[in-house]
């Protein structure tokens, strides 16, 4: 059983902080683009040119499908990001977000030659910010912070409580 014992309070603090942090962020992305009824992940599709630009255009290609994924990611950042941020379901959560964010990385990868329309974040090569939070998600999932704080920590005690009394 993972308990607090098990890390230190500056440890703990780092994680969990971490943990809302990837969270918050995660959520109002999601957020942004469930209320702007103009947004489209199209216009970031077409700038793709890393491994999955093929994948990019067959979503492109189709419209109802291009409708389809931009509400299923909308929803899913505003879902995963809640479920971060509240620590329910939270492994499922930190992997299925690291492997979002990580096709998002592998869909306009900053690599020498290619060449974007869209803003970055500043001058990159290989690293940016997005691979590094699909790489912290992905070791947030590692740490069941879930178990100390969170909703999935309430609901494992409340369960417990109910078998151990009948």
């Not at 971490?18 to 999601?30: D, K, P, Q, S, T």
């Not at 957020?31 to 999955?52: C, M, R, Y």
């Not at 929803?75 to 690291?98: H, M, N």
């Not at 096709?103 to 974007?116: A, D, H, R």
Request: no cysteine; net charge positive; aromatic share 14%.
């Amino acid at each position: 059983m993972i308990s607090e014992k098990n890390y230190t309070k500056s440890q703990l603090i780092f994680l969990l902080t971490l943990r809302f942090a990837i969270g918050w962020h995660v959520l109002y992305e999601g957020i942004s683009k469930v209320i702007n009824p103009q947004w489209t992940s199209a216009d970031f599709l077409h700038e793709s040119q890393g491994i999955l630009s093929g994948f990019a255009k067959w979503i492109l290609s189709n419209a109802d499908l291009l409708a389809t994924i931009d509400v299923l990611n909308a929803w899913g950042l505003v879902l995963i990001g809640l479920a971060l941020i509240f620590g329910f379901l939270f492994k499922p959560a930190a992997i299925i977000g690291s492997i979002l964010i990580f096709i998002y990385y592998l869909s306009v990868p900053p690599l020498v030659g290619y060449e974007y329309t869209l803003p970055s974040d500043g001058s990159n090569l290989i690293i940016n910010r997005t691979l590094i939070e699909a790489i912290a998600l992905f070791g947030l999932a590692l740490f069941p912070t879930n178990r100390i704080f969170g909703l999935d920590h309430f609901f494992q005690s409340h369960f417990k409580k109910r078998t151990k009394n009948g």
